[in-house]
């Protein structure tokens, strides 16, 4: 097979400079805040059962994901380009590696949670419009029943067009249209929308100190009960699969058992590298903002919390009739940002922690939008996806048709209703190719030593190795525990093999180092 490499075309139009420190930081912050931080601490406390180990938990999440950033901070100044993690994987482990890694994020990763983001607004706009509702059908096709093949439970989702992922679907096309006329356009939406949804944090916070709450602050905090069940030798059970028997688990393991909240909550960080062709001074900038977004947005998440344990006593009854009774572990829905806001300010909290939430997804999804068509454009230009996806437009110099065929596949998902369940089943999958892409940081560090590094990441070889460290011990207790999350997102990721060759064949060249 040749070994030639895909050439630009010089009479092809090129990627704008559009975006600044400010922007790219935003695309950090905005593409990292989602909804997750507003509703996973419930999940998590269930499991844990301890004040102390919730915030361990959170704390471990940031520690994993500022030493990753650090390191990605390296490679994204050395190759900044369009594409990111994706250009990082591909020289570093070889095409196969970044076509997994692209393949995957089409498939579910960006296409799943642009689509779980926007159905969350919906979900969140019916609280100030009713008739906004997943259960509002406008045209309900079937219900997919239940179907367990292994560890897997496949199905039971109801496919459609319900109300809620019909907005889900216009929010989708209004920023798909938004972002097909000018990068700058899509950065002055982003930059706007983090900032809303920082000071949405920042009121979750400010206003949840105002509000605490003495008995949970008596609950949490007094008497040793922060402590309580986080003892080095604790036993903790953890049910193994879905419905599975039940095992007793040290503190490590817990804490690892419940990062498929944390760190999914914390994920989509890297995805300014994917936009490293439009941004001014890359090889300064690209760090800097994986730094800057990642730290302030970690130091928000754990402040959250800690006001999630000032307002609210963590264990509860799901049986508990009012919002103290029910505490962090039952709150309505697992909406534990909603519950803390509506004990602070009854009657109206709820309506300010939903409008939080919609401006929360709304950049979210802006976020995600822009920077994934970024990716399979680069994987189009190296003959691994849709030609056409592999154009800039003349007059916006924008991906559009990555863009679209993003949009196509990501409404899709809203239809079908699987997104929920794609995501879960991907969690593991994200982690491997985050600890395959600091892999290809030490293996470019040997391969190619003379190469411009303008920053080199932090505390390497330390750092970085401690990531890889922490990350396979979280995969390893995931697979053990939670197979229903972590065997079918490596099959998703495996499955990409076959159409990797397919395109390869179709191209007659494999994608190498550009």
Known sequence: ?????????????????????????????????????F???????????????????????????????????????????????????????????????????????????????????????GVFVPSVSASHWIWHI?????????????????????????????????????????????????????????????MVVGLGLLAKNATAIAANFSGGNFWQGAGLHSLHPVTVGAGGPTAMVGFLTVIAVVQVGSL?????????????????HPKRNLPLSLALGTGVVLALYIACNFIYLAVLPLHGSPEGTSIMARGIQFASEDRVAT???????????????????????????????????????????????????????????????????????????????????LLDYVVVAVLIFYILTIVALFVLRRTRPDADRPYRAIGYPVLPGLYIV??????????????QYTWPGILIVLLGLPVYFLWQGKTGRPAESQ
Not at 8 to 24: H, I, N, R, Y
Not at 180 to 191: E, F
Not at 472 to 483: G, I, N, Q, S, W
Request: net charge positive.
């Open 1 to 37: 097979m040749s070994n030639e490499t895909l050439s630009p075309d010089p009479t092809q139009p090129e990627f704008v400079k559009g975006l600044g420190l400010f922007s790219a930081t935003a695309i950090v912050m905005g593409s990292m805040v989602g909804s997750g931080i």
């Open 39 to 125: 509703i996973v601490s419930a999940d998590m406390s269930r499991t844990l059962e301890s004040p102390a180990l919730l915030i361990a938990a959170w704390l471990v999440t940031a520690i994993m994901t500022v030493v990753a950033a650090l390191s990605y901070g390296e490679l994204a100044a050395m190759m900044p380009k369009a594409g990111g993690q994706y250009v990082y994987l591909r020289e570093g482990l070889g095409p196969v590696w970044g076509f997994l890694y692209g393949w995957t994020l089409f498939l579910v990763i960006q296409s799943g949670t642009i689509a779980a983001v926007g159905v969350a607004f919906g979900k969140f706009l």
């Open 142 to 202: 079937a219900h997919v029943p239940a179907l367990n093949v292994g560890p897997m439970v496949l199905g039971n989702m109801d496919v459609g067009l319900s109300t809620a992922n019909l907005t889900a679907i216009l929010i989708i096309t209004l920023l798909t249209v938004l972002n097909t006329l000018g990068v700058k356009l899509g950065a002055l939406i982003q930059n706007v929308f983090t900032s809303a949804k920082i000071v949405a944090l920042l």
């Open 264 to 280: 999914f909550s914390s994920d989509a960080w890297n995805n300014v590298t994917f936009t490293a062709g439009e941004i001014t």
């Open 339 to 421: 519950a803390v806001m509506e004990q602070a300010f009854a009657g109206y909290g709820a309506r300010i922690m939903a409008l939080a939430v919609m401006i929360s997804t709304f950049g979210c999804a802006n976020g995600m939008l822009l920077s994934g068509a970024r990716v399979y454009y680069t994987m189009s230009q190296d003959g691994l996806f849709f030609k056409a996806a592999g154009k800039l437009s003349p007059k916006s110099k924008t991906p559009v048709v990555s863009l679209w065929v993003q949009w196509a596949w990501t409404c899709f998902l809203c239809l079908s209703g699987s997104y929920g369940q």
């Open 470 to 483: 922490m990350a396979t011990f979280v995969c390893v207790v995931l697979l053990r525990y939670k197979p």
